[in-house]
């Protein structure tokens, strides 16, 4: 490796929506290649050891691919606090996975020459993807890849010093470890072998045990010869006869991958990728749109008739087509009682809703009457929000984020919502409250977000949601 400078160890400019590792990492098509990148991780006798003591992937081999990829898809597709949660679940995982290997060596899965070699394995098989898929990346895009690969390493919390710093740097690197230290050991003969007989998945429990069995060993052998034909070379060699690839198993393979290419590009969203990639793909697309057309800082094209809507079906809970405390209090309750608030929470809850009872009463409520009719409603709508009701907004985006980190994150978000809106709904419409773009929607944007839509002044699908249905 060269001496040039290296990263930080704080992984800034996380990739996100665009980002190249968003567009290949979650598509179907890799698991033309991620066979590749399991044997060589396998291979790897660190890998190895630890995959001949603890991995269960000889019994439940699809669980494990399923568990590999979606893990994958948390790393990289999820928002920031979801991503750490599971690098913290994937640490807790592997730090018990250590021992001694059979020629007396003590292994451990946080090694970081290890861990380096599992995850950029990964960004080996990104680029064999599209290489065979007939739309291979150029050196630049590769090289704008693989940083964004090294980025998200350094989140999983392998250290910089041990990933080559370069995508020039990694090739040489991946070359000398293939030709150096991989081994066909334990570990690997045992994953090819599960390879052969692969138990029906769940998704096609349905098939009779002895159908199954029948297609099983035909099934095996071709994902076993689809898996060798894209190892490299002088690893084949290392697998003699495991490593054998059918006169002809090449070609079948490339043009395979050439209709999964071709088809990525025909086919929705949501069956060109893994369920949780098309999901926040979608949601960012959506969300994007939402920012555009309702930002804090965006005057909808008809304010009136927004605010008058506005005030009609969210603000007006009792119906009576004027603005009062039972109003105010009906909306205390539908957050208290969606979020689940404990007595003492609901009572803050409760207070700060008639502290901006009081503020309206003072600053809207200019014919004296007691309530607040739309007309005064929406002069109040123009002018400077009130410090009560800035207050009450804060309360109410504090009382979303439980765990009091300042953010509000996916988990925080879905407990306001509750199991009636759709993933990618909730995903949504969160980020659409992420005003400086950063991937985080802190209380205070999610604040600001509430406040504006509740003068009106953008429209809130959160608030649409939570308030405005019968």
């Known amino acids: 490796m060269s001496d040039a400078p290296r ?6 400019g996380f ?43 000889r019994k439940h081999p699809w669980r494990r691919i399923e568990q590999t990829m ?58 064999l993807m599209c290489e065979l898929g007939g739309d291979p990346l150029d050196e630049e895009r590769q090289a704008e890849l693989y940083a964004e690969w090294l980025l998200v390493g350094l989140q999983f919390g392998v250290p910089a010093d041990a ?25 690997v003969e045992q994953l090819l072998d599960a390879l052969g007989r692969l138990p029906a998945p769940a998704a096609l429990s349905f098939v009779p045990e002895a159908v199954w069995s029948a297609g099983c060993a035909a099934f095996g ?31 079948m393979v490339s043009l395979a ?25 979608a949601a960012k697309r959506e969300a994007g749109r939402g920012l555009r057309r309702f930002g804090p800082h965006d005057r909808a094209a008809e304010p009136a008739a927004q605010l008058a809507d506005l005030f009609v079906r969210i603000l007006d809970q009792t119906g009576d087509g004027v603005l009062s405390w039972p109003d105010l209090a009906a909306l205390a ?45 929406r002069v109040l709508a123009d002018a400077a929000p009130g410090a009560a009701m800035a207050a009450l907004m804060v309360s109410v985006a504090a009382a979303v984020d439980r765990d009091g980190d300042g953010r509000i994150d996916q988990a925080d978000y879905a407990r306001l919502l509750g199991a009636d809106a759709a993933a990618t709904q909730r995903i ?13 929607v802190t209380v205070e944007e999610f604040a600001d977000a509430l406040r504006e839509s509740v003068l009106g002044r953008a429209r809130s699908d959160t608030l649409e949601f939570v308030l405005g249905r019968a």
């Open 7 to 12: 990263m930080s160890d704080r992984p800034e």
């Open 163 to 187: 990933m080559p710093g370069t995508v020039e740097e990694f090739r040489v690197w991946f070359d000398e470890t293939v030709r150096d230290k991989l081994t066909a050991g334990q570990g």
């Open 70 to 127: 979606l893990s994958l898809q948390r790393l990289l597709y999820q928002d920031e606090a979801d991503r750490e949660r599971e690098v913290a679940r994937l640490r807790r995982l592997h730090g018990h996975v250590k021992g001694v290997d059979a020629q007396g060596r003590a292994y451990s899965a946080l090694d970081p020459e290890a861990q380096a070699w599992v995850h950029l394995t990964v960004f080996d098989a990104m680029v």
């Open 428 to 440: 949504a419409w969160l980020h659409a409250m992420d005003a400086d773009g950063d991937g985080v």
């Open 257 to 281: 991958c050439r209709t999964a290419a071709v088809a990525s590009d025909l086919l929705p969203t949501k069956w060109v990728y893994m369920p949780l990639a098309a999901t926040y793909i």
């Open 15 to 57: 990739p996100g929506a665009g980002s190249l590792s968003w567009r290949y990492l979650g598509q179907w098509r890799l698991l033309t290649t991620i066979g590749r990148a399991i044997v060589l991780e396998t291979a790897h006798p660190v890998v190895d050891a630890g995959v001949v003591e603890f991995s269960t992937y």
């Open 221 to 251: 052998a071709a994902i076993r010869t689809v898996v060798a034909s894209t190892l490299p070379p002088s690893y084949r060699e290392q697998l003699g006869e495991r490593g054998r690839v059918p006169f002809g198993a090449e070609t």
């Open 333 to 377: 309750r539908v957050f208290s009682d969606r979020l689940d608030l404990a007595a003492v929470d609901e009572e803050v809850m409760y207070a700060a809703f008639h502290a901006w009872w009081d503020e309206l009463r003072t600053t809207a409520d200019t014919d004296g009457d007691g309530v607040v009719d739309a007309d005064e409603y």
